[in-house]
C-alpha cells in the first residue's frame, strides 16, 4: 500500500472499531426500545379493536334494517374481526374485517364478496352507505343494476335512499325503473346507434319537459297517453316535494 494512503486506511480502520465498540449495549438498548414500542402498538391495536367490535355491532343493525326496506327482509348483515395471522405489528392494526351478509332468511351469513349478486351487491352497497353518510369522504358514487328483481313500493324506497345519499354526495345510477328515475335530482338519457357500421353511446341532459316525456316512456311503453304523462308528471313532483 502506498505511504499516502496508510492515513487514510487508519482512519477507515479507526472508525470502523470505534463502531464496533459498545455495540452490545446498543443492541440491548434497540432491543427496549423495540419492546417499549411493540407494547404501545399492542394497546393501540387493543383499543381499535374495542372501537372497531362497537362499530360493526352499530353498522350491522343499521345495514341490516336498510336491507329490509330494500327488499331483503330478514336478510342479516354483520361485520366480522378477523385476527391477523402474524405477530408482526401491522399498520391496519391487529384484525380485519369482513362483511358478511345472508340476503334471505335461514341462511347462514357468508362473505359478500362471494355470494351477493349483482342486484344484491348494489342495494347492500347502497345500504352501507345510506348507514355510514357523513363517515366517509368518497365524493362520488356509481349504481348500476341496483333496480334488478325489484319493483313497486320496494323500487321507489331505493329511489328515495339514492335521493338522499345524492344530498350529501354526486350519485349517478343507471336504472330503468320509473320509480327510482323519478327520485333523481337530475337527468341523462343514454342512447346507442350505429352509424358506419360503428357503434356510437350519446348521453344527454334532460330539461323539465324531456324529463317527463322519458319518465312517461318508462311508464307506459309503446303508447303514451295523457294520462301516463300526468303520471310521470306527479311521480317528478312527489319526489321534489320529499
Known amino acids: 500500500m502506498p505511504l499516502d494512503a496508510l492515513a487514510a486506511r487508519r482512519d477507515a480502520l479507526q472508525e470502523e472499531l470505534d463502531g464496533l465498540s459498545g455495540a452490545g449495549e446498543r443492541a440491548a438498548r434497540l432491543g427496549r426500545e423495540l419492546d417499549a414500542l411493540a407494547r404501545d402498538w399492542q394497546a393501540a391495536a387493543s383499543r381499535l379493536g374495542q372501537s372497531r367490535a362497537a362499530a360493526a355491532a352499530r353498522l350491522g343493525q343499521a345495514v341490516a334494517a336498510l336491507m329490509s326496506e330494500l327488499g331483503m327482509g330478514g336478510g342479516v348483515f354483520t361485520v366480522a374481526l378477523e385476527p391477523l395471522d402474524t405477530t408482526r405489528p401491522a399498520p391496519q392494526g391487529a384484525e380485519r374485517c369482513e362483511f358478511l351478509v345472508s340476503a334471505n332468511p335461514g341462511q347462514p351469513p357468508r362473505a359478500l364478496r362471494k355470494v351477493a349478486s349483482g342486484g344484491e351487491l348494489a342495494r347492500i352497497s347502497l345500504a352501507i352507505e345510506v348507514a355510514a353518510l357523513g363517515l366517509d ?27 338522499a345519499l345524492g344530498a350529501e354526495r354526486q350519485v349517478l345510477c343507471v336504472t330503468h325503473l320509473p320509480q327510482v328515475a323519478a327520485q333523481g335530482h337530475h337527468h341523462y338519457r343514454v342512447s346507442k346507434a350505429v352509424e358506419a357500421d360503428a357503434t356510437h353511446s350519446q348521453v344527454e341532459g334532460l330539461d323539465p319537459k324531456a324529463r317527463v316525456e322519458e319518465l312517461a316512456r318508462m311508464l307506459g311503453g309503446v303508447e303514451i297517453t295523457k294520462e301516463v304523462r300526468a303520471n310521470a308528471r306527479q311521480m317528478l313532483s312527489r319526489a321534489q316535494e320529499s
Open 137 to 163: 369522504a368518497v365524493p362520488t358514487m356509481v349504481f348500476d343494476e341496483v333496480d334488478t328483481g325489484i319493483g313497486g313500493a320496494v323500487a321507489e324506497v331505493v329511489g328515495q335512499k339514492l335521493r
